[in-house]
Nanobody, 125 residues
Framework: QVQLVESGGGLVQPGESLRLSCAASGLNLAGYAVAWFRQAPGKEREGVSCENPSTGDLNYADSVKGRFAVSRDNAKNTGYLQMDTLKPEDTAVYYC??????????????????WGQGTQVTVSA
């Protein structure tokens, strides 16, 4: 049974940083793409990033380029989303997801078969 568990969300002030974690069980993340999405109240789920080191894919939404960075620790079977210079508009529930590839539709939720439960990120003064 595949399970993804996000952690690391919280309340921060504008300009601060957070690092989200996505711990996987039931599959070896080393062979999979890891994507991050977010959903703000009243808005659609938005693709933030997707990376797959085995294919060289690395994608970021324009709204987070230069501020967010993904990484992974294969030994811990965990992916990470480092979020710097956070803005109030980054406030959302953040989800990790995984499937075999990112592909051209990496930013679309139906691309991914497995999802975590989400973690809340709130950026407010």
């Amino acid at each position: 049974q595949v399970q993804l568990v996000e952690s690391g969300g919280g309340l921060v002030q504008p300009g601060e940083s957070l690092r989200l974690s996505c711990a996987a069980s039931g599959l070896n993340l080393a062979g999979y793409a890891v994507a991050w999405f977010r959903q703000a109240p009243g808005k659609e789920r938005e693709g933030v990033s997707c990376e797959n080191p085995s294919t060289g894919d690395l994608n970021y939404a324009d709204s987070v380029k230069g501020r967010f960075a993904v990484s992974r620790d294969n030994a811990k079977n965990t992916g990470y989303l480092q979020m710097d210079t956070l803005k109030p508009e980054d406030t959302a529930v953040y989800y990790c997801a995984t499937d075999l590839i990112c592909g051209s539709n990496w930013y679309k939720a139906p691309t991914y078969h497995y999802w975590g439960q989400g973690t809340q990120v709130t950026v407010s003064a």
